[in-house]
């Protein structure tokens, strides 16, 4: 499925496509070192802050689960600049709020405005390539847009010397209006045009959720995804809480899991050379128990200090690298007219639950560690145990 002109297409927009999937770390991870600073501005607790993360969450995923659907049926190109457009209003909206409820719908509106901007990436991508080449490609970009995370507690931090919180999101709202004049200027239409008769948001969703080895799948990406998101949560409040981390040691902390996570990337793309997607995915899943599991041990044993919890929660993040890119490529290739829609249904479901099991977390924590590396580890544990069950009926 691969051809000379995709092959050039694909060179000359992975920047585009990561800049337009970073939208999402950068919305989540930017404003984590303020996190105590907007507490005190708007006069609420710590916990309402932490919140608005999972409101993100459940908004970007709402996004991407409209997202699929009307990009499927009117194009990849017109949603995503109506989603930078709604992304940029409510990064304006945040910035401009004088309470947690304004924050909270300023969250929702922009989370929502950016999965219908970042679900149609999978999408463009699949209409080029198919199979290790789809896999190969998404590692690309995801690498390409680690730079995303990486930088996004730095940028906070620095906003914070210079300015205040606010001025964080006006950041936000500038870079989504570049990259929509960006987009709009250079992205083609890329949809493939068929015969068959359009389908109903709902048929195309039931018709994924019916296949059940896409099905299995999607458990295995959602809940890889809710570990790393109970991380993302709960680590200011353990980090800086518990630990006494400081504001500008956070950053460097948090930037290390996205560096082994960039590093299982580039890992990933060589494997493929000799494996297949799903198997890669599988030893992914096990690996990311397996830490998790040391963790929760070390905890309980030893009274994990963070020199050693670092270590621990850079592999288990870094497995993102082998269950992510590889989950999207394997559930993508099963709807080669539906990538849009499948796509969407994968990627929300990973945020739903990170929302659901993140904000689990953030209510049952007492701001140690015990909890936060207790519910990671659960998370690759019940996403195996779904995928082998759901499988195991597939092939009876």
């Known amino acids: 499925m691969q051809n000379s002109n995709a092959t050039t297409y694909i060179k000359g927009f992975a920047w585009l496509l990561a800049g337009l999937v970073a939208l999402g770390p950068l919305a989540i991870d930017a404003y984590l070192p303020a996190m105590p600073i907007m507490a005190d501005d708007l006069s609420t607790s710590l916990h309402n802050i932490e919140i608005t993360l999972s409101v993100f969450l459940i908004g970007f995923a709402a996004g991407q689960l409209i997202g699929g659907p009307i990009s499927d049926h009117f194009g990849r190109r017109l949603?995503?600049?109506?989603?930078?457009?709604?992304?940029?209003?409510?990064?304006?909206?945040?910035?401009?709020?004088?309470?947690?409820?304004?924050?909270?719908?300023?969250?929702?509106?922009?989370?929502?405005?950016?999965?219908?901007?970042?679900?149609?990436?999978?999408?463009?991508?699949?209409?080029?390539?198919?199979?290790?080449?789809?896999?190969?490609?998404?590692?690309?970009?995801?690498?390409?847009?680690?730079?995303?995370?990486?930088?996004?507690?730095?940028?906070?931090?620095?906003?914070?010397?210079?300015s205040d919180w606010r001025s964080i999101f006006w950041f936000l709202a500038v870079y989504a209006v570049i990259l929509l004049l960006l987009l709009r200027r250079y992205l083609p239409e890329t949809r493939q045009i068929t015969a068959a008769p359009k389908q109903s948001a709902v048929s195309r969703y039931l018709s994924v959720l019916k296949h059940q080895r896409a099905l299995g799948v999607l458990f295995a990406v959602a809940f890889s995804n809710a570990g790393m998101f109970t991380f993302i949560t709960t680590s200011p409040g353990v980090y800086m809480g518990y630990y006494g981390v400081s504001e500008s040691l956070y950053p460097i902390l948090f930037a290390v899991n996205i560096i082994a996570l960039s590093l299982c990337n580039q890992i990933n793309i060589r494997v493929l050379q000799h494996f297949e997607p799903e198997q890669v995915l599988r030893t992914g899943q096990k690996l990311q128990l397996a830490v998790g599991i040391m963790m929760v041990g070390s905890v309980l044993l030893f009274n994990l200090p963070i020199w050693l919890l670092v270590p621990q929660i850079m592999i288990f993040v870094g497995m993102q690298g082998f269950v992510v890119a590889n989950g999207m490529s394997r559930v993508a290739d099963f709807f080669p007219h539906n990538s849009a829609t499948a796509s969407a249904l994968v990627s929300s479901s990973g945020f739903t639950m990170g929302a659901l099991v993140g904000g689990l977390a953030a209510v049952l924590s007492n701001g140690e560690p015990l909890t936060m590396v207790a519910v990671m580890a659960a998370c690759p544990l019940l996403g195996i145990l779904l995928r082998v069950l759901i499988h195991k009926n597939a092939s009876e």
């Open 79 to 162: 949603t995503i600049l109506v989603g930078l457009s709604l992304f940029t209003f409510g990064s304006v909206f945040i910035a401009l709020g004088s309470s947690i409820e304004l924050l909270w719908f300023g969250r929702i509106l922009q989370a929502f405005g950016g999965g219908m901007g970042v679900v149609n990436t999978m999408a463009v991508v699949r209409d080029r390539y198919s199979g290790k080449d789809s896999a190969k490609i998404l590692s690309q970009i995801v690498t390409i847009m680690m730079a995303a995370p990486l930088l996004a507690p730095f940028i906070g931090a620095f906003f914070l010397l210079i």
